[in-house]
């Protein structure tokens, strides 16, 4: 329970933090008529709010549970956390697809899942996301390697 509340205050702070910097975000060009901090306000307060309730709600509310911070647990968090710096490293070179691909490919692999239906997720996933966000969304994404 206490690595819990000190995991969610971690997260309250480092969003607050982006909050206060998504509102004195300023683009070079507007092509939302709300502008372009309209999203990162909202993601950052919803986590941040989340966070802050989750940090200080009542124990009475949730039954404890103890991860038992492992070599193993903790190590996977790590090679998580190094996926996802991957990801962002290569968004742009490989386009959004590709960095998508990889990433829930290495992640599937990360919590031992089989590889055909990784592979077959992976595919489904960054083809569908794409779709969603460029057609439905009309949210620019990099195309990469495939532009």
Known sequence: ???????????????????????????????????PKAFPILLMGLIT??????????AIMFEPVELGWTKHLVGKLLLCVVALTCYAAVFELLGFIGATLLLTIALGRLFNGKMIPIA????????????LFDRVLDVPLPLGLFG
């Open 1 to 35: 329970m206490k690595s819990e509340r000190i995991l969610t205050a971690i997260i309250a702070v480092i969003g607050l933090g982006l909050l206060i910097y998504a509102l004195n975000f300023e683009a070079p060009i507007s092509y939302d008529p709300v502008g």
């Open 120 to 131: 077959i997720t992976s595919v489904v996933l960054s083809f569908s996301t794409y779709y």
């Open 49 to 58: 709010f989340s966070a802050f309730y989750l940090t200080v709600r009542p």
